[in-house]
C-alpha cells in the first residue's frame, strides 16, 4: 500500500520542538520512553488551527437559560424503523441538484473553520456544493435544523475525535447556526474542546479532540503532529470525563492509525511512569486501533447509561492523495478535480473499509447489555467525491503563498473537506438516525 499522508501532509507553520514538549500533557510518559528508546519526537506542522488565532484560549463563562423549556417528547419510532429494513442510506448515487442543495452558506456561517471555507479562499468553482446524496431506493430525510434543535433541547452531543470529525462537527453547527437568531448562540474554545451553545434550546454541540481515543502524545489539540505516536493502552478516563454526561456522542478515530510508512508502527504503553512499572510495546498501526476500541467498548459497558445516550461511530473518512486511484496526476493530488467519480460502487484503493468493520466487531459485545453503537457508514458515497476538498482554497493561520498555491502536491489538502460539502451528508444521516429511528 502506498504510504498514506492522511492529514498530515505538509500544510501549515512549524512548530518549535521545544514547544511541544513543553506544552504536551505526557511529560512524564516521554520522559520514560525516552530512556527505553531512542526517539525524536518531530513536529513539523500544526494541524490543528482556529480561524481567529489564540481564540482557543478565550474562555467565556456563560450564563445559560435553565427554566424555561421542557423535554420534547421522543417521536414514535415505529414509521422509522419500517424505514430503516427498506433502505440503506449507503447505498445510492450523487445527483446534481443545485435547487436543493447547498443547505446553508459556507461564506454566511460565522462558525466555520478557514480550514475547510474553500469558496472564501478562492475556490470558484464551486458545483462541489451542488451534489445530492440520493440513496437507492428511498430518500434521506430533508434535513430541518429547527426539528433538531427541538431533539437537542436540554441535551449535550459531542462529537469525540480528529480533525475529520471537527470538520463534521463545523459542519453541524453550520447545519443550525442559521436557524438561531444572533445573540442567542455562541462558540467557547477551552483546551481540547470547542463548545456551541444554542441558548433558547439549552443545546450544546460539542467537539473534543482526542484523535487515538485513548491517552496519548497526540493529545495536544494544537501541537499533536507526532510521528512517534504512543498510546497508553489502559488510560481513558481523562479524555472520558469530556463526554460521560453526553447524550449523543459521535466518534471517530480512523486517520491516525494509518500508516504514513511501510515501517510505521504504534507504540503501546501499560502502567505508567508514576508507578513506576511502565512497560513499552510496539504493535502494527491497526493493533492500537483494536486496543484502543476495545478499551473504550469496555468503558461504554461499564459507564454508558443506556436509557439516556446515544452513540455513533463515523466510517472511515477517505482521503484523495493519490490522483493515480482515479487515473489523475500524483502530482496534482486532487486539485482542480470538479465532478464525482460517477462509477457505480467505485472504491478507492488507498481507503481502507476493513477498520469500520473491525470497529463493528469491537463494539458487538455491547449489545448484550443494550448499548448500540450506530456506526454511520459514509465511507463509499465520500470515496466518489474527488472534488470535495479544499486542496489550495483554505487558510491556516496565514493564507498560502502563491508558491504554496502553485505545489498542489506538497500544499493541497485531499484530506479534509469543503464546507458546505460532504460531512452536510453525514449529519444527515446522523439527523435522521436522532429525529427519525
Ligand atoms: C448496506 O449495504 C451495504 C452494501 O451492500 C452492506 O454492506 C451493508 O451491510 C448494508 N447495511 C444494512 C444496514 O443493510
Ligand atoms: C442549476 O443548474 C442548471 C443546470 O446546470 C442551470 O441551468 C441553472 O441555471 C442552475 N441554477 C442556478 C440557480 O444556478
Ligand atoms: C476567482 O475569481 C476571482 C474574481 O473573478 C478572481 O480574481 C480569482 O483569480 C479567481 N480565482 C481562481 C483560483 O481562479
Ligand atoms: C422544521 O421543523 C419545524 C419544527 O418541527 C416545523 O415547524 C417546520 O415546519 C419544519 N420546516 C420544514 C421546512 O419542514
Ligand atoms: C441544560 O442542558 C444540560 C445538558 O447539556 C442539562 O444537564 C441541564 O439539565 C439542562 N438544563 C435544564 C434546565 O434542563
Ligand atoms: C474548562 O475545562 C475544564 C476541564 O478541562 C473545566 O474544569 C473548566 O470548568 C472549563 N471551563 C469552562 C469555563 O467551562
Ligand atoms: C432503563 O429503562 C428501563 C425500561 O424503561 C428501566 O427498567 C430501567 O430501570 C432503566 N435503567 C436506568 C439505569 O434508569
Ligand atoms: C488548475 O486550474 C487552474 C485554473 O483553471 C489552472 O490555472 C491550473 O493550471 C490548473 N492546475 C492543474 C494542476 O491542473
Ligand atoms: C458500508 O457500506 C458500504 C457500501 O456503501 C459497504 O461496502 C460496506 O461493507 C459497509 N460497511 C459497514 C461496516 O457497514
Redesign the pocket.
Known amino acids: 500500500m502506498k504510504p498514506e499522508q492522511g492529514a498530515h501532509n505538509k500544510m501549515s507553520a512549524s512548530a518549535a520542538v521545544a514547544a511541544a514538549s513543553s506544552l504536551s500533557p505526557l511529560v512524564g510518559l516521554r520522559a520514560v520512553v525516552s530512556s527505553l528508546v531512542a526517539f525524536f519526537i518531530v513536529v513539523s506542522s500544526v494541524s490543528l488551527l482556529f480561524d481567529r488565532g489564540g481564540q482557543e484560549s478565550r474562555v467565556v463563562q456563560l450564563a445559560m437559560d435553565q427554566h424555561r423549556h421542557q423535554e420534547v417528547k421522543m417521536a414514535a419510532a415505529g414509521s422509522g424503523k419500517r424505514q ?1 429494513e427498506e433502505c ?1 442510506w ?2 445510492g448515487r450523487w445527483v446534481y441538484d443545485n435547487a436543493s442543495e447547498p443547505l446553508y452558506s459556507g461564506l454566511k456561517c460565522s462558525f466555520i473553520f478557514d480550514e475547510v471555507a474553500c469558496e472564501k479562499y478562492g475556490r470558484n468553482d464551486t458545483r462541489y456544493q451542488h451534489w445530492r446524496w440520493q440513496p437507492d431506493g428511498c430518500d434521506l430525510p430533508r434535513f430541518n435544523a429547527t426539528r433538531l434543535l427541538e431533539k437537542l433541547r436540554n441535551k449535550r452531543m459531542v462529537f469525540v475525535g480528529d480533525s475529520i470529525n471537527r470538520n463534521q462537527w463545523v459542519s453541524m453547527v453550520c447545519m443550525v447556526e442559521a436557524a438561531i437568531p444572533e445573540g442567542l448562540k455562541m462558540r467557547v474554545y477551552n483546551g481540547s474542546l470547542i463548545s456551541f451553545k444554542a441558548f433558547e434550546y439549552n443545546a450544546t454541540i460539542d467537539f473534543y479532540w482526542s484523535p487515538l481515543i485513548l491517552e496519548s502524545n497526540s493529545d495536544n489539540p494544537i501541537i499533536h503532529r507526532v510521528e512517534y505516536r504512543i498510546i497508553r493502552a489502559e488510560k481513558i478516563e481523562k479524555h472520558a470525563r469530556a463526554w460521560r454526561d453526553a447524550d449523543i456522542i459521535v466518534f471517530n478515530s480512523y486517520l491516525w492509525w494509518r500508516k504514513q510508512k511501510p515501517d510505521m508502527k504504534m507504540k503501546v504503553m501499560y502502567g505508567s511512569f508514576e508507578d513506576g512499572d511502565a512497560k513499552l510495546d510496539e504493535v502494527e498501526m491497526v493493533e492500537g486501533f483494536e486496543i484502543a476500541l476495545k478499551k473504550l467498548t469496555e468503558w461504554l459497558g461499564t459507564n454508558i447509561d443506556k436509557n439516556k445516550t446515544r452513540i455513533y461511530f463515523a466510517g472511515s473518512s477517505p482521503t484523495h492523495t493519490w490522483a493515480s486511484d482515479w487515473g489523475g496526476d500524483d502530482k496534482n493530488k486532487c486539485l482542480n478535480e470538479s465532478e464525482p467519480i460517477v462509477k457505480p460502487g467505485y472504491k478507492g484503493a488507498t481507503t481502507d473499509y476493513s477498520m469500520m468493520e473491525k470497529a463493528q466487531e469491537i463494539f458487538r459485545p455491547l449489545e448484550e447489555k443494550g448499548i448500540h453503537v450506530q456506526v454511520l ?1 459514509f465511507t463509499q458515497l465520500s470515496d466518489h467525491r474527488i472534488d470535495a476538498h479544499p486542496t489550495v482554497f483554505r487558510r491556516q493561520f496565514v493564507p498560502l503563498t502563491a508558491a504554496q498555491v502553485a505545489d498542489p502536491s506538497s500544499y493541497a489538502d485531499c484530506t479534509h473537506w469543503c464546507l458546505p460539502g460532504v460531512p452536510d451528508v453525514w449529519n444527515s444521516f446522523l439527523y435522521s438516525y436522532l429525529v427519525h429511528k
Open positions: 430503516e440503506n449507503s447505498v457508514n
